[in-house]
C-alpha cells in the first residue's frame, strides 16, 4: 500500500516467484525488472486498499489464473533471479569493459 515512488520488495518478489506463488503488488519503482503484470504478478494501485482486495480476490477465485502467474513468476525467477545468472551477469560486465 505504499505508494509509486518506494523503491524495495525485491528480494520478497523473487523469494514469492521460488516459492511458485502469485504475487500480487504496489505498482512502484524497480518491480517492473520483476513483475510483468498479468503475465509473472499483478499490480495493484498505490494507495489503493479496494485495488489490492480485488486482486487478491480474482486469485482466490480463479485457481486457473493464479496456477498461471505462479508458473510463470517461477519460470522468470529461474531464468533470470539465480546465484548463475548473476554471476554469468557479473563475469559478462567485467569481461566487456576489462577490455575498453
Given at each position: 500500500m505504499l505508494h509509486s515512488q518506494?523503491?524495495?520488495?525485491?528480494?520478497?518478489?523473487?523469494s514469492?516467484?521460488?516459492?511458485?506463488?502469485?504475487?500480487v503488488v504496489t505498482n512502484?519503482?524497480?518491480v517492473q525488472d520483476y513483475i510483468f503484470?498479468?503475465?509473472?504478478?499483478?499490480?495493484?494501485?498505490?494507495k489503493n486498499a479496494d485495488d489490492l482486495s480485488?486482486?487478491?480476490e480474482m486469485l482466490w477465485?480463479?485457481?486457473i489464473?493464479?496456477?498461471q502467474?505462479?508458473?510463470a513468476g517461477f519460470a522468470f525467477a529461474q531464468a533470470n533471479c539465480t546465484e548463475k545468472t548473476a554471476i554469468n551477469y557479473f563475469a559478462d560486465f567485467l569481461n566487456k569493459h576489462s577490455q575498453t
Amino acid at each position: 500500500m505504499l505508494h509509486s515512488q518506494v523503491p524495495c520488495g525485491h528480494v520478497t518478489i523473487v523469494s514469492t516467484m521460488f516459492f511458485n506463488k502469485a504475487i500480487v503488488v504496489t505498482n512502484s519503482l524497480g518491480v517492473q525488472d520483476y513483475i510483468f503484470d498479468d503475465k509473472t504478478g499483478l499490480f495493484c494501485e498505490p494507495k489503493n486498499a479496494d485495488d489490492l482486495s480485488e486482486k487478491i480476490e480474482m486469485l482466490w477465485d480463479d485457481s486457473i489464473k493464479n496456477t498461471q502467474l505462479s508458473e510463470a513468476g517461477f519460470a522468470f525467477a529461474q531464468a533470470n533471479c539465480t546465484e548463475k545468472t548473476a554471476i554469468n551477469y557479473f563475469a559478462d560486465f567485467l569481461n566487456k569493459h576489462s577490455q575498453t
